[in-house]
């Protein structure tokens, strides 16, 4: 079971860290990463890091904002979130798979078969 948290109340410009833990060791292979959902919208991908090699994928929308990181001693994986505008907020959902995505896959949510409860970030403006 994943474990997602980190979330709150924040301003605009504000920075929040989530962190999402996996059961058990980090496998070899695998990814792990971040999916929000806005109220009313649909699901839609934030970032994710694949656990062979260190690749990253991250949405266009958050890119040079977001960092994704991870600790293989903790099976964590790390979102931190800068300069927060109010269309980031969303429920932030974690999310793994243990098989080795191709990149063109890594941002598809039906690849993952793994999802935390979710952590709800708000962003006042």
């Known amino acids: 079971q994943l474990q997602a948290y980190g979330g709150g109340l924040v301003q605009a410009g504000s920075s929040l860290r989530l962190s999402c833990t996996a059961p058990g060791r980090a496998p070899r292979n695998g990814v792990m990463g971040w999916f929000r959902q806005a109220p009313g919208k649909e699901r839609e991908f934030v970032a994710a890091?694949?656990?062979?090699?260190?690749?990253?994928q991250y949405d266009n929308f958050v890119k040079g904002r977001f960092t994704i990181s991870r600790d293989n001693a903790k099976n964590t994986i790390y979102l931190e979130m800068n300069n927060l505008k109010p269309e980031d907020t969303a429920v932030y959902y974690c999310?793994?798979?243990?098989?080795?995505?191709?990149?063109?896959?890594?941002?598809?949510?039906?690849?993952?078969?793994?999802w935390g409860q979710g952590t709800l970030v708000t962003v006042s403006s």
């Open positions: 890091r694949r656990w062979s090699d260190g690749n990253t």
């Open positions: 999310a793994a798979t243990t098989r080795g995505l191709i990149v063109s896959s890594i941002k598809s949510g039906s690849q993952y078969e793994s």
